[in-house]
């Protein structure tokens, strides 16, 4: 997911200035490509400087922020995708951007990764001070280049302070390997006896950092069933019981911490709960395939066999996640902010934020219904 992380250009677009000039004779309904003063980034505007120097101000600003947010598409990075992308937009007397589009690509997603960042400033309540012809604001088109190139990628991150190794010579594994761990969770995993009164039937999936130590904490925990503290707890129980029984993963001849996945599934054990738990199952098979018919293009046939699976269990936030991101791939932003703002309301999870104030932005919502 894209994450927008500069705030100092939040603050130095907070101060918008109009100018209070009689429109005359200026055109305000042409866009100019050239003015008497160009935008500016109001914290560049009222500098005591001069107006040169407000406008590289603003270009070095306005740059800043692309490259301090844009997201390296992973295919182009795969395919060694290197060079310049130019995008092209109108910064309006309302101090608004629109009509940005991508005039030169590179192909592997780069155009389209340059844009979503300019895109999102209006979301994001970033103004500009217009462009003025003659003492009046008028709407200026710019165009911006926007370099792609690929540096090498540390072998670790750091997650709440630790460092996290992402790439290895040897991988983490549970010892035996994965049908073992699904063994161990099988054997050891109780179901909690107050499930059976309300059919609690889910996945609870949790994200544990592995340390060189063989020491074990759970990172993120997603319970997206809204299946409760009983269940959680087992999961939470359950994972902790695997510790010592991993082999550690290797960069470069020494252990190395990391993270591994893993979802333990929780179904009811009475009898009255059997159709609940055969239509988990049922939902199961229909995420996976409608997941799979979207990937290849089947959009329509994809889409209704997601519609199918969170029509049985509708509050499923796993469920809406994949049907929102199907949605958001299809143009269909109204349906999926919809679906991705019940999973922030489900999980009280951060990694949809940023998602929100885009897909959930009624000028793109228009904008992709007509298209």
């Known amino acids: 997911m894209r994450k927008l992380i500069s705030t100092t250009i939040t603050i130095l677009l907070s101060i918008v200035v109009f100018s209070t000039a009689a429109i005359g004779q200026v055109d305000t ?39 301090r947010n844009v997201q390296y598409p ?9 060079g310049m992308v130019a995008l092209s937009f109108i910064i309006g007397r309302d101090s608004m951007i629109r009509e940005a589009k991508v005039v030169k690509d590179i192909g592997g997603g780069c155009g389209a990764a340059a ?24 709407d200026v088109r710019m165009t911006i280049p926007v370099k792609f190139k690929i540096k090498e990628i540390p072998p670790y991150t750091f997650i709440n302070g630790d460092t996290v190794y992402t790439k290895f010579d040897k991988p983490l594994t549970y010892k035996g390997g994965p049908t073992a761990l ?9 179901y909690p006896v107050a499930g059976n009164t309300t059919c609690g039937v889910g996945i609870i999936e949790t994200k544990i950092l592995v340390r060189a130590s063989g020491e074990i904490e759970i990172l993120e925990l997603n319970d997206f069933s809204s299946l409760g503290v009983d269940f959680q707890f087992e999961g939470i129980s359950v994972i902790n019981a695997t510790m010592g029984q991993w082999e550690m993963a290797e960069y470069e001849g020494r ?5 591994y996945v893993i979802r333990i599934g929780f179904q009811p054990t009475v009898d009255e709960c059997k159709s609940v738990a055969n239509n988990f199952e049922m939902a199961q098979e229909l995420i996976a395939a409608g997941s799979a018919l979207f990937n290849e293009g089947s959009d329509e046939e994809g889409l209704a066999k997601l519609n199918e699976a969170v029509t049985l269990f509708p509050n499923n936030a796993e469920y809406l996640y994949a049907r929102g991101q199907a949605y958001m791939e299809s143009n269909q932003m109204e349906k999926a902010c919809m679906d991705l703002t019940k999973v922030k309301e489900l ?6 934020d940023n998602l929100l104030p885009l897909i959930c932005n009624p000028a793109l919502q228009q904008e992709t219904s007509e298209n």
């Not at 008497?36 to 914290?43: A, E, K, R, V």
């Not at 400033?121 to 462009?131: A, C, E, K, T, V």
């Not at 252990?255 to 993270?259: E, L």
């Open 115 to 138: 844009l979503y960042v300019v895109n999102a400033m209006n979301p994001m309540n970033l103004r500009w001070i217009p462009g003025q012809k003659e003492g009046v604001p008028v």
């Open 74 to 82: 992973d295919s182009a990075r795969y395919n060694g995708i290197e």
């Open 255 to 259: 252990k190395v911490p990391t993270t």
């Open 347 to 352: 999980l009280l999870v951060s990694w949809v």
């Open 182 to 190: 699904d063994n161990f969770i099988t054997t050891n995993k109780k």
């Open 29 to 67: 309904a042409q866009v100019y490509n050239l003015v008497d003063q160009m935008p500016l980034i109001p914290n560049c505007g009222v500098m005591d400087t001069s107006y040169a120097a407000k406008r590289k101000c603003t270009q070095d600003l306005l740059l800043d922020f692309i490259y």
